[in-house]
Nanobody, 117 residues
Framework: QVQLVQSGGGLVQAGGSLRLSCAGS????????MGWYRQSPGKERELIAA??????TYYEESVKGRFTISRDNANTLYLQMTNLKPIGTAMYYC????????????WGQGTQVTVSS
């Protein structure tokens, strides 16, 4: 089993920055990739960034150039978000995958990010 515990998030003004963290524990050696999702009210959860064990990254088009995903040697995943926009108000979830980035195997508990205009 893998446990993911998120921290960070909160309220920020448009144009501001936030960093989300996701601490992984348990059988992290079995994890091939990790990612960040967001879910706005009334919308489906969508993948916005992912990183593989080999360091390959994926970004959804709307966050390219503003968000940076990274992972440290202690199995903590980060999402540095800059130039935040009100449309970015959502619940953010980290995820871990045994293989690929199509279907997460484990989820963090989620954290709210609210961007005020």
């Amino acid at each position: 089993q893998v446990q993911l515990v998120q921290s960070g998030g909160g309220l920020v003004q448009a144009g501001g920055s936030l960093r989300l963290s996701c601490a992984g524990s348990g059988r992290m050696s079995s994890i091939d990739a990790m990612g960040w999702y967001r879910q706005s009210p009334g919308k489906e959860r969508e993948l916005i960034a992912a990183i593989s064990n080999r360091g390959n990254t994926y970004y959804e088009e709307s966050v390219k150039g503003r968000f940076t995903i990274s992972r440290d040697n202690a199995n903590t995943l980060y999402l540095q978000m800059t130039n935040l926009k009100p449309i970015g108000t959502a619940m953010y979830y980290c995820a871990a995958y045994f293989s690929g980035i199509t279907s997460p195997d484990f989820w963090g508990q989620g954290t709210q990010v609210t961007v005020s205009s």
